[in-house]
C-alpha cells in the first residue's frame, strides 16, 4: 500500500507561535478566552503567562500530516496536556512538530501518531491522525 510501512517517520517541522498568532486565531475561530490575551487574568487563573490556544496547537501539529501528501485526512484527535506559554516578544514559542506512523491496516487506513513538543515537553496526548491512503 503506497509504500507505507509502520515506523515511518514523517518530516518533522518547527512552528514559532507569537502573541500576534494568537489574535489571528482568536478573530478567525471566535475564541476570544482572556487566558489567550491578557496576562493578568491568566496569572489570576493560574496560569503562568498567556497561552496559546489547544485548538491552534492540534492544527499547527496537523500540519506534519498534512504537508506529508500521502493519503487523505479521516481522523484526527488529540489531548491537551500542557499549555504553550507565549512570551510578549516577536519570537514567541517553539512549537516542535512530528509523526510516526503506528499502524497500517488492511482497510486502507494509516494511524500517525503526532507529537508537539514545547520546551522539550509533550503539549498533545493521545495524537492520532487517521488517513486514507
Known sequence: MSGVQVGDVLPGIEVRVTRRDLVRYAGAALDFNPIHWNEAFAREVGLPDVIAHGM??????GRVVTDWGVGELVSYSARFTRPVVVPNDEVGALLELSGKV???HEDGTVRVNLDA?????????KAIAILRV
Open 102 to 104: 503506528g499502524a497500517v
Open 56 to 61: 491552534l496547537t492540534m492544527a499547527l501539529a
Open 117 to 125: 513538543k514545547f520546551e522539550g515537553k509533550s503539549v498533545l496526548g
